[in-house]
T-cell receptor, first 113, second 113 residues
């Protein structure tokens, strides 16, 4: 089982719609969680951190479920510019990776007009 | 303030050739990282450095070497290129270890034939 697992998609979303997707992680002792965004043939960039109480940043909402070991990202009112691959990132995803970031393979989102 | 820069952007190597991927950051970050990204896979940590003169292996170090003689520079060396090293290589930096905000360079696409 991969340490950080994501549905690769693509999630095809009409402009203005809502899309949500999850990421599961295998180590219950993982320290913290993030979503990064990666545009096609570009470098990853931090989108937002994921806090235990859930958090919002504009149209983006991130949730953490420690009991079931998954995090989620919800995008409301999707824009064409939201088309990207969203990388789930876990700090301390394995027992020997304390302090290091483990990246999921990403979920591709395609927003269509 | 250029952030993290990488050269070259793209390179084709023959099997057995060697090359150095350059990485420079101007943010005075102590921590620097080299990742590789293969299709359908998450970023894998190759090597990292916690400061000038200090480097350590990541998850997939075989076939690579690094050095860190200055805070700014963190070159990655491939000694005997193999087709399995065909990948996109990203350099990143952060102020603290395992900090969620890692700043990535634009990447180097390497093809080994």
């Amino acid at each position: 089982r991969k340490e950080v697992e994501q549905d690769p998609g693509p999630f095809n979303v009409p402009e203005g719609a809502t899309v949500a997707f999850n990421c599961t992680y295998s180590n219950s002792a993982s320290q913290s969680f993030f979503w990064y965004r990666q545009d096609c043939r570009k470098e990853p960039k931090l989108l937002m951190s994921v806090y235990s109480s859930g958090n919002e940043d504009g149209r983006f909402t991130a949730q953490l479920n420690r009991a079931s070991q998954y995090i989620s990202l919800l995008i409301r009112d999707s824009k064409l510019s939201d088309s990207a691959t969203y990388l789930c990132v876990v700090k301390g995803a394995t027992t020997d990776s304390w302090g290091k970031l483990q990246f999921g393979a990403g979920t591709q989102v395609v927003v269509t007009p | 303030n250029a952030g993290v820069t990488q050269t070259p952007k793209f390179r084709i190597l023959k099997i057995g050739q060697s090359m150095t991927l350059q990485c420079t950051q101007d943010m005075n970050h102590n921590y620097m990282y080299w990742y590789r990204q293969d299709p359908g896979m998450g970023l894998k940590l190759i090597y990292y450095s916690v400061g000038a003169g200090i480097t350590d292996k990541g998850e997939v170090p075989n076939g690579y070497n690094v050095s860190r003689s200055t805070t700014e520079d963190f070159p990655l060396r491939l000694e005997l290129a193999a087709p399995s090293q065909t990948s996109v290589y990203f350099c990143a930096s952060s102020y603290h270890a395992g900090e969620e905000t890692q700043y990535f360079g634009p990447g180097t696409r390497l093809l080994v034939l």
